[in-house]
């Protein structure tokens, strides 16, 4: 057990950290572009597509953590119901399962257009970088998030103690 929770630590971890990384170069890149921008008058001429990139790391990084650990907007009009019945772990693990099972069509509409990124040859306009590789960025935290909730569901069904054991 130990190990699972080491090895599941570091791939909980190193997306957060990612994307802590993506949230602080964007800030210095937005510090200087302001300061560029007002003493010199030479504004960052990539800021815009490098705030798109940012951003999309940023999101797409850390949505399978949020995705498993509850941190998505929620109404809880009728948690009073699911727990005078004792019914909320069936509750949270079918939805889990759902939720990741719908994800499939996202999933796959977002490789199909990735690869067709990619077979186009397109590139961002200032850096000439890939755009595919973005995508493929894009579509792995997607995959990687409906992955989680479908496991995170099943372990809330099967395993409840393991699952809050995992929890960081």
Same mark, same amino acid.
């Given at each position: ?94 939805? *889990?399962? #759902? ?5 499939? $069509?996202?999933? @796959?509409?977002?490789?199909? /257009? +990735? ?11 200032? *850096?000439? #970088? ?5 995508? $493929?960025?894009? @579509?792995?935290?997607?995959? /990687? +998030? ?23």
């Amino acid at each position: 057990m130990p190990t699972l929770k080491k090895v599941y630590r570091v791939l909980v971890l190193v997306p957060i950290w990612l994307a802590c990384a993506a949230l602080f170069v964007l800030m210095v890149m937005t510090f200087s572009d302001v300061i560029l921008r007002s003493s010199f008058d030479s504004p960052i001429e990539a800021g815009t597509e490098l705030t798109r990139i940012l951003v999309a790391v940023m999101v797409f990084a850390v949505m399978p953590h949020i995705s498993v650990s509850g941190g998505h907007i929620a109404v809880d009009l009728t948690d009073g119901i699911f727990e005078t019945l004792r019914l909320t772990r069936l509750r949270d693990g079918l939805i *889990l399962i #759902l939720s990741g099972g719908m994800m499939y $069509w996202p999933v @796959a509409q977002v490789w199909k /257009l +990735a690869e067709r990124t990619r077979s186009y040859g397109d590139v961002t306009e200032y *850096l000439g #970088l890939p755009q595919y590789l973005t995508m $493929w960025f894009i @579509a792995s935290g997607i995959t /990687l +998030a409906a992955l989680a909730m479908v496991i995170a569901g099943v372990l809330t069904l099967v395993a409840p103690k393991l699952l809050k054991e995992l929890k960081i």
